[in-house]
Every structure is written in C-alpha cells, then in structure tokens.
C-alpha cells in the first residue's frame, strides 16, 4: 500500500553539503529528462522532489546533495536557467550546514484551501493533556469542536461528490491523505446506525494507554458530519479504541430520539 510519507518539506544531513531549487519551466516532459541528465552530470544526488502543474507550466521544488559536485552553486544555477524550456531558477539556501527546509512555499493548501501540518507533539498537547488536564470537560469540549470540525468539512467537501456514498468515500480517503487514520469502513446499516471503523486513529494513539475510549474529537467529527448529511442528530458511541488495547477504533452513530 505504500510506505510512510515525510510531509515536512526538509532535509536534515548535518555533515552533507545542501541546497535547494524552485525551478519554473514549460510543461514538457522533455524537461524533466534535461533536468535529470544535468544533475547526473555534475554528480548531484536528489534527496527530495516535489513537481506541480500550474497550467501551462511546471514547479519543481528540489533538494540536492552536492557534496560531491565540483560546479560553483551560481553556474548550477545559470546552467540549470539555460536548460530548453526552463524559465526560473530559485535558490533555496540551507538553514545552516546540512539542513534545507522549503521556505518558498506559503500557504499549505488542501484541495485548494488552506491548511497547517499538527506534528505529534501538539497532536498530544491537543489529544491528551487537555483530556489529563481538565478531565471531563476537557472530553466534552473536544467533542463539540469536532462536532464543528465535521459540520465545517461536510460543507468544504460536500460539492465534490455527487451522492453520499460518492462522499464517504471521499471522506475515507482524505481521512488517510491527512494522516488521521485508516478508515476501513463508513457506512450506514439498514436501522439507520451508521458504522465508522478506523485504524490508527491519531487522537486515540496519541492517549494510550488508557482504560477507557478516548475518541472524543473524532466522535464529533462523526457527529457532525452525519447531521450535515442526514439532517439527524446522532449519538455516537466509541464501542472499540486502540488506547485501550483493541485492534482498531470503532464508532457507532444511532439518531438520537
């Protein structure tokens, strides 16, 4: 299924040589072989690489090691400018030695709106500690801002489907694409209770070990999403969680009376 992505855009070698390039050319793929060829060339060895459309034209945004490289950086780039179809060149200078972060880009966007990355140790801050710290009003404030969080996104997203099973589907995946879980199942069953099954939940895995469920915000999110998208109010239970021992999180969501 694939391996683990490092989404920060960084490269951390302490005792290697970095650099990074934005390059901007026509959307050819010829280009991408002038480019390869030419790093080939002067020795560089590519650490990562992001390519993107912007219509008629490429942005690649690379980092190099060129430790190895004998070629000045500043005739890189001039060589690089001079490459068919190129059209700019933009040096992305190392922090400091052997560490190169992609400062060029700014904001993150998720299917064109905004969006911000939330590493492990505020996804704790967020997930645990409040719930440690202010105990069952932390929980219950958890739940109602996922139960914002999810009336929001149904909103965001709901255009892009053209049914509700088009959009569940669209909500397991991005739910992945994020890094929030596996969500092997959302479905509805035939009374009306809809079952949400996830692996690896991020809220429940940053609050092991527990003796309870601790799925609260996602519990909301369920919520809300299902009152944007069946008009009823649902009661959701946590009925299986990974902080407590259990091989994946599980949540059934039944209209409330």
């Known amino acids: 299924m694939g391996s683990a992505l490092e989404?920060?855009?960084?490269?951390?070698?302490?005792?290697?040589?970095?650099?990074?390039?934005?390059?901007?050319?026509?959307?050819r793929p010829e280009v991408l072989h002038d480019l390869t060829s030419f790093l080939v060339k002067h020795n560089m060895k590519p650490l990562y690489t992001n390519i993107a459309s912007l219509n008629d034209n490429i942005e690649i945004t690379i980092f190099l090691d060129v430790s190895k490289t004998k070629t000045p950086i500043n005739k890189v780039v001039k060589d690089i400018s001079g490459l068919k179809d190129v059209k700019d060149v933009h040096v992305i200078e190392p922090l400091f030695k052997g560490l190169v972060i992609d400062t060029a880009h700014f904001p993150i966007l998720l299917l064109g709106r905004r969006a911000w990355i939330i590493g492990e140790a505020m996804s704790k801050g967020l997930f645990r500690d409040v719930k440690v710290e202010f105990g069952e009003a932390g929980r219950v404030f958890l739940y109602h801002l996922g139960v914002e969080v999810g009336k929001s996104i149904y909103r965001s997203?709901?255009?892009?489907?053209?049914?509700?099973?088009?959009?569940?589907?669209?909500?397991?995946?991005?739910?992945?694409?994020?890094?929030?879980?596996?969500?092997?199942?959302?479905?509805?069953?035939p009374n009306g209770t809809y079952v949400v099954r996830i692996y690896d939940n991020i809220e429940c895995a940053m609050c092991k070990p527990s003796k309870e469920p601790t799925g609260d915000f996602f519990r909301g999110i369920i919520a809300g999403l299902l009152l944007q998208l069946t008009g009823k109010m649902m009661l959701v239970e946590e009925v299986k969680c990974i902080a407590k021992g259990d091989p994946y999180c599980e949540f059934l969501a039944k209209p409330r009376q």
């Open 157 to 189: 997203y709901k255009d892009y489907a053209a049914s509700d099973e088009e959009f569940l589907l669209l909500i397991r995946a991005l739910v992945k694409a994020i890094g929030w879980g596996i969500v092997e199942e959302f479905k509805p069953l």
């Open 7 to 27: 989404l920060l855009r960084m490269v951390y070698l302490p005792d290697r040589k970095l650099i990074g390039l934005l390059i901007t050319a026509v959307n």
